[in-house]
C-alpha cells in the first residue's frame, strides 16, 4: 500500500490516511475509502470487523459507474453484500443491486432500471427482479405474498383497464376488470373484449361464451355438474336420492311406493347430517365405489322401492307394484358412477 500521510516526514499533501489500524482507509491512489479493511475492491467497502478474524465477516460495497472494476460502462452504481467462504478472508459477492440504463449506452435520457441479484455478482446470470423505467417489475421466480391477510390489489380505481396476464407460448390468457363494461373478464389473448370466454357483472350475472363441460372421468368419492345447498331432513350418505319436503323445506330420501315421497330432484353429493346444510347435485356425474351396488354400465337408474343395504340409491329394476312411481333419474357410466339426470315425467303404475 502507498505510503501514508506525513509518514517518514514526507510532504503535507495527504495521499492516503489510515485511521485507528483498518478502522478507516482512504486509498488516494485509486480513489477508494475502506472501513474495517486496508484494501477496498470499490469506492466505498464496509466490512464487519466484529469477528475474531479479519474479512470473514459481511461486508457492504458502494460503487457508482466503475467500468474498471465493474466491467459494464453503462452501469450507474452498485451496491454488493458480500461475505468470506469458510472464514478464508476472500470476500464473495453473495447478492447485489445494480442501477443500469435501459440500454447499452452511458446515455440516462432513455431511462434507467434497477436490477436485485442472488447470485455470485456474475452479471450474466439471471437477476432475480428488474425494476424498469416504465414501472414495470419482471420477476425470474415465484412470487408468495405471505400474512395472516395477504393482499394483492391491482389498481388504484381509476378509470382504467386492469389485468393479469399469462404469457404462453402458442397461446395467451388473460382475466382482468374490464373498465369499459365495468365486469370481470377471462379470454384468450392478452386485450380486452378480445375474445372473451367468460364474464361476471357488478350484479353477479355470469355469461359464457363458449361451451360448458362437465367432467366424467371422475375419480371415487367425487362429483361434477350442477350443485346446490339445501338442508337435509334426516342423515343422508353421499349417492342417496331425495326429494324436497315443501312442509320443511327439508331434503328427505325419495320412496317411489308413495306420492308424496316418489319425486326424485336431486342426489346427496356428500355425507350430510341431519338437519344440516350440505350440497346436493342436481344434473352431472357422481362416483361411489362405497355407497353405490355393481351397476349394470349402460342401464337406466329409477328412484328406488326401497333402499339397498340401508343405503337410498337409485335402483336399476323400475318399480311394478301397483301404486308405485316409476321415474327416470339417470344412467350407469360404470359399476360405480352413474349419470344423475332426473325426469320430470312420473309415472304410476296400476
Excluded at 20 to 25: K, L, N, P, Y
Excluded at 255 to 272: G, H, K, P, S, Y
Aim: proline content about 2%; aromatic content about 6%.
Amino acid at each position: 500500500m502507498a505510503d501514508f500521510y506525513n509518514r517518514g516526514g514526507g510532504s503535507l499533501v495527504l495521499t492516503d490516511l489510515q485511521v485507528d489500524g483498518t478502522t478507516v482507509v482512504v486509498d488516494e491512489t485509486n480513489d477508494r475509502v475502506g472501513i474495517g479493511t486496508d484494501s477496498p475492491q470499490v469506492q466505498l467497502e464496509i466490512h464487519d470487523t466484529t469477528t475474531s478474524s479479519a474479512n470473514t465477516g459481511g461486508a457492504l460495497r458502494l460503487s457508482a459507474n466503475d467500468g474498471a472494476v465493474m466491467g459494464d460502462s453503462h452501469r450507474l452504481g452498485v451496491i454488493e453484500f458480500t461475505g468470506a467462504e469458510d472464514g478464508s478472508g476472500t470476500q464473495t459477492v453473495g447478492a447485489r443491486i445494480e442501477a443500469l440504463t435501459d440500454a447499452s449506452w452511458t446515455n440516462i435520457e432513455n431511462g434507467a432500471a434497477l436490477y436485485f441479484y442472488t447470485t455470485d455478482g456474475d452479471a450474466s446470470q439471471t437477476n432475480v427482479l428488474k425494476l424498469d423505467s416504465n414501472k414495470k417489475a419482471t420477476f425470474a421466480g415465484d412470487v408468495t405474498i405471505s400474512g395472516t391477510t395477504p393482499l394483492l390489489t391491482i389498481g388504484d380505481a381509476g378509470e382504467e383497464d386492469t389485468m393479469i396476464v399469462f404469457d404462453g407460448n402458442a397461446q395467451d390468457y388473460r382475466i382482468g376488470l374490464n373498465d369499459g363494461t365495468d365486469g370481470l373478464e377471462i379470454g384468450v389473448g392478452a386485450a380486452h373484449d378480445t375474445t372473451p370466454a367468460l364474464t361476471i357483472d357488478s350484479n353477479t350475472d355470469i355469461e359464457i361464451f363458449g361451451s360448458l363441460s362437465i367432467n366424467s372421468a371422475i375419480a371415487d368419492d367425487k362429483v361434477s355438474g350442477i350443485t346446490a345447498v339445501f338442508t337435509a331432513g334426516e342423515a343422508l350418505s353421499r349417492g342417496e336420492v331425495v326429494y324436497f319436503k315443501a312442509s320443511d323445506s327439508k331434503m328427505w330420501k325419495a320412496v317411489a311406493t308413495a306420492a308424496a315421497t316418489a319425486r326424485c330432484v336431486a342426489m346427496a353429493a356428500e355425507d350430510i347430517s341431519a338437519d344440516a346444510a350440505g350440497k346436493f347435485l342436481l344434473h352431472g356425474f357422481l362416483r361411489d365405489n362405497g355407497t353405490f351396488p355393481a351397476y349394470t354400465v349402460g342401464g337406466l337408474l329409477y328412484t328406488p322401492e326401497a333402499e339397498t343395504s340401508s343405503e337410498n340409491v337409485p335402483e336399476q329394476t323400475a318399480p311394478d307394484t301397483t301404486g308405485d312411481f316409476v321415474q327416470v333419474i339417470g344412467w350407469a357410466i360404470t359399476s360405480d358412477m352413474v349419470f344423475f339426470n332426473p325426469s320430470n315425467d312420473i309415472i304410476e303404475v296400476a
